[in-house]
C-alpha cells in the first residue's frame, strides 16, 4: 500500500517521470501468496495501475498481466552480466568437466517447490542407466531439503555457494536438470548457458528462449523430460548443438541490448504511443523488436 501511495504520488508531483514497474517474485511465488492472503491479490493489481507500463521478465505471464491491469506490459528480459560469467564460468577445471573425472548431474532448486522433485526422479533415474554418474543437489540455508525420491541412489549434498563459485559448480556438471513451475526469468538455465553445459527444464523464460530444444511444458511430462536429459548425456552432436545455441541467445540478455529495448519503452511512454510497442521475437537466434 505504501509503495502504491508513493507511486501516486510521483505521478501527480512529477508529471514528466515515466515509472515502470517490475515483480521481484516470480509468477508462482505471487500464486502461492494470493491463495492464502486474498487481499494481496487486490494490492498487485494496483501496484500495476499506478505505474506507466510493467516491465514483465516472463513471456508467458503478459497474458495474465494485460488482462489484470489496463497498464500495458512488456517483455523486457531481464539484463545478465553475459561476458563476465562466461569468463567466470571458463574458470573451472577443465579436467573436472564432462564424463572426466567425476561426471554428474545436477539437480538444482529447493523443494520447497514441490517441482524440483521431478528432477530428483529422473536424475535417479539416468543413474540406473549409467552408474557412473553422481547426483549432486544444493542446500539453501532456509529451507529443508526432502531427498525422499533420491532414497537408493548416489547423491551428495552441496552448501549453497556464491554466484561465481556457482557458475564454476554449473561448469563441472555433465548435465543439470531444473524441473521448477514457477513462470520466472530462470537464472539457473541463464547460467548454464553462460556455462556451456546442457540444462533440462521446463517453463522459466531462461529455459524455454536459451534451450528450448530442451524444454518441456510441465514436470509430470516425465517421458519427456527423461528422453532429453538421456540424449544430452549421450548424443555429442545434439549436446554441442544446445549449448551453442543458448550460448549465442544469451548475448541477448547483455546489459546493452537490455538498454536498447528499455529506452525504446521509455520513449514510446514519454510519447504517449505505448500501444505501439511489440514484444520483441526470436528470429535466427537474434531477438528483435
Known amino acids: 500500500d505504501e509503495?502504491?501511495?508513493?507511486?501516486?504520488?510521483?505521478?501527480?508531483?512529477?508529471?514528466?517521470?515515466?515509472?515502470?514497474?517490475?515483480?521481484?517474485?516470480?509468477f508462482?511465488?505471487?500464486?502461492?501468496?494470493?491463495?492464502?492472503?486474498?487481499?494481496?491479490?487486490?494490492?498487485?493489481?494496483?501496484?500495476?495501475?499506478?505505474?506507466?507500463?510493467?516491465?514483465?521478465?516472463?513471456?508467458?505471464?503478459?497474458?495474465?498481466?494485460?488482462?489484470l491491469s489496463a497498464t500495458p506490459s512488456l517483455y523486457l528480459p531481464q539484463p545478465y552480466p553475459v561476458e563476465y560469467a562466461i569468463a567466470r564460468a571458463g574458470q573451472a577445471t577443465p579436467l573436472r568437466r564432462g564424463f572426466v573425472g567425476s561426471p554428474t548431474i545436477y539437480v538444482a532448486g529447493d523443494t520447497v517447490r514441490p517441482d524440483i522433485m521431478t528432477g530428483h526422479i529422473i536424475a535417479k533415474a539416468l543413474q540406473e542407466r549409467h552408474s557412473e554418474l553422481l547426483i549432486r543437489v544444493t542446500k539453501t540455508p532456509e529451507f529443508r531439503l526432502n531427498t525422499a525420491f533420491l532414497r537408493g541412489a548416489r547423491f551428495e549434498v552441496v552448501p549453497f555457494r556464491p554466484w561465481e563459485e556457482q557458475l564454476r559448480e554449473l561448469a563441472r556438471a555433465r548435465l543439470v536438470i531444473n524441473t521448477d513451475l514457477w513462470w520466472t526469468r530462470g537464472r539457473v538455465p541463464v547460467d548454464c548457458a553462460a556455462a556451456g553445459v546442457p540444462c533440462v527444464g521446463t517453463t522459466s523464460d531462461g529455459q524455454t528462449e536459451l534451450f528450448p530444444d530442451l524444454a518441456a511444458g510441465d514436470s509430470v511430462d516425465t517421458d519427456r523430460l527423461l528422453a532429453l536429459a538421456e540424449r544430452a548425456l549421450t548424443d555429442e552432436s545434439f549436446r554441442s548443438l544446445v549449448t551453442t545455441k543458448a550460448q549465442r541467445r544469451l548475448a541477448n540478455y547483455s546489459y546493452e541490448r537490455t538498454v536498447e529495448?528499455?529506452?525504446?519503452?521509455?520513449?514510446?511512454?514519454?510519447?504517449?504511443?505505448l500501444a505501439t510497442w511489440r514484444d520483441p521475437v526470436w528470429e535466427d537466434d537474434v531477438l528483435i523488436p
Open 261 to 273: 529495448r528499455f529506452t525504446h519503452a521509455v520513449n514510446l511512454a514519454r510519447s504517449g504511443n
Open 28 to 67: 508462482g511465488r505471487l500464486r502461492e501468496h494470493w491463495k492464502d492472503h486474498p487481499g494481496t491479490a487486490e494490492r498487485y493489481r494496483a501496484f500495476l495501475d499506478a505505474c506507466h507500463f510493467n516491465m514483465n521478465v516472463c513471456r508467458a505471464t503478459l497474458p495474465f498481466t494485460r488482462l
Open 3 to 26: 509503495i502504491v501511495r508513493f507511486l501516486k504520488r510521483i505521478r501527480a508531483e512529477l508529471p514528466e517521470t515515466v515509472i515502470a514497474t517490475c515483480s521481484s517474485p516470480p
